[in-house]
């Protein structure tokens, strides 16, 4: 059995404390037993690794999310790298392609793709053996996990398991129905319709033949470069709905989909994140605060406020599902980001016609190391306000701490090194701040070797 784990998203419907590239499953609003912070996809790598499915996962992710995901999971976790976003069918047909023809993963091997976000108790991963087994018990072309409706609801689509056999712990799937209004989901709950919760097995061989019939596509590489010709849906509507030999395993555990500030409010052990002061009338109302200014919020009921570098929320709970819908042709770049050497927020942007500035905040991590690097249109000044740290300026080799300042000209090749964890500010000057860049070396290594410094790199890397 092998692992596809998807994880994708636009960072809309958690907007501002999502963006795109910090989507709803790497929010560290989740407490684990111990009381610390972990974000879903941290909370769902724990379960599987609990079960030791870990060992044989693969994460389908984007360009823009790969640092985030290593720098939440650890660097040895193995990604699949989308040439960009297109949907649940292009995404697996990529990793399908990649475990045959890079893994090596024999036809035969059965394969369970799953959202990597999903808000479930630890009994939830028990049911991917059973799938497994399933695949083989009915002859089915395809396997699906389907979850017993708590409520009738309009937010998920439903299997309409065909009667058979109670016996079973499983059924052959007769239909589809997807998002209903509330009177016909109601209907259909009383039918003993499940909710589809993404999770679903399959043979790799039934996706490799269905690629090369109906795409002609057999090789991964060939794959990646033409990426943009497959059909931008997912793999439901692409494969699941057009196969006739289906068979569903019930499962009555907990699952939730939190992917919106509603649902994400419910599993919230605390209502106030950062710097709020709250009247003791306010009713119901989650408040999140990562800006350093308070905020204080009076009387309120059922509401939710957020406010971080990407924009301020304040929406009553209901209202906030519809943030998506507003949000959907504001496209700001990001002003948080992570990355596997750390996190920056952008403190300050400014368009001054001829030229831009920018200024950012960076964390450093202990023992991580900035790419050496070049800009040919911009300058940048570093402000150490935390931590030690060592920076190479055009193979010179310069120890900072708390209150030196570098000036970085154009045409200077820089790297910076925290010898413990380090945080400085950045600001950039020039006329093109996103694509000026080219990088020379990425480990510590090769930087320390290219300024003859081996001894120091081997030591501190």
């Known amino acids: 059995m092998k692992l596809i784990l998807l994880s994708g998203g636009s960072g809309k419907r958690l907007w501002p404390l999502s963006n795109g590239t910090r989507s709803k499953q790497f929010l560290k609003v989740l407490q684990n037993e111990d009381g610390d912070y972990e974000s879903m996809v941290q909370r769902v790598w724990r379960q599987m690794t609990g079960h030791g499915y870990d060992i044989d996962a693969f994460v389908v992710t984007n360009a823009l999310q790969v640092e985030m995901l290593q720098n939440q999971l650890g660097e040895s976790v193995r990604t699949i790298v989308e040439p960009s976003s297109r949907d649940t ?4 047909a990529l990793a399908s392609l990649y475990l045959s023809n890079v893994m090596g993963v024999d036809k035969d091997e ?5 959202p990597v976000d999903p808000y479930v108790s630890d009994d939830f991963f028990c049911n991917f053996e059973r799938l497994v ?7 089915s072309d395809i396997a699906l996990l389907g979850v017993k409706p708590t409520e009738p609801s309009e937010k998920y ?16 799937v007769e239909r589809f129905v997807e998002k209903p209004e509330q009177s016909k989901a109601a209907e259909l709950v009383k039918r003993g319709a499940l909710w589809n919760c993404g999770v679903f097995a399959f043979k790799l061989g039934y996706v490799l033949d269905y690629l090369k019939e109906n795409y002609g596509q057999e090789d991964y590489h060939d794959l990646l470069q033409n990426y943009g010709k497959l059909p931008q849906i997912s793999f439901d509507y692409e494969v699941v709905e057009k196969t006739q030999k289906i068979s ?9 989909d939190i ?18 002061i709250v009247s003791h009338d306010t009713v119901d109302t989650h408040i999140i605060n990562e800006l350093g200014i308070p905020i204080t919020v009076l009387g309120s009921k059922n509401m939710v406020v957020v406010a971080t570098y ?3 929320l304040v929406s009553d709970k209901e209202a906030s599902q519809r943030i998506k819908d507003i949000m959907k042709n504001h496209d700001n770049f990001p002003m948080y980001v992570e990355r596997l050497w750390g996190t920056y927020r952008i403190i300050d942007y400014v368009d001054f016609e001829d030229y831009f500035t920018l200024t950012r905040r960076v964390f450093l991590k202990e023992s991580k190391n900035l790419s050496y690097h070049v800009h040919w249109k911009r300058t940048e000044t570093w402000t150490i306000i935390h931590g030690k740290g060592t920076a190479v300026i055009d193979n010179k080799v310069i120890e900072v701490g708390p209150g030196d300042f570098i000036h970085i000209r154009p045409g200077q090749y820089h790297s910076l090194k925290a010898l413990t ?21 990425l480990t510590w290594e090769e930087i320390a070797r290219s300024v003859g410094m081996e001894d120091e790199g081997h030591k501190n890397g």
């Open 89 to 92: 069918f292009p995404a697996i």
């Open 110 to 114: 059965t394969i369970i793709v799953s």
């Open 133 to 139: 087994e399933i695949l083989e018990e009915s002859q």
């Open 157 to 172: 689509g439903y299997i309409v398991p065909a009667s058979g056999n109670d016996c079973l712990k499983y059924r052959s």
């Open 248 to 256: 569903v395993l019930e499962y009555s555990g907990t699952w939730k």
């Open 259 to 276: 992917g919106t500030w509603n649902a994400l409010t419910e599993e919230m052990s605390s209502k106030t994140f950062g710097n709020v």
């Open 310 to 312: 990407d924009g301020i």
């Open 421 to 441: 964890d380090l945080e400085f500010i950045e600001v950039q000057n020039g006329v093109d701040l996103l694509t000026d860049i080219h990088r020379e070396y």
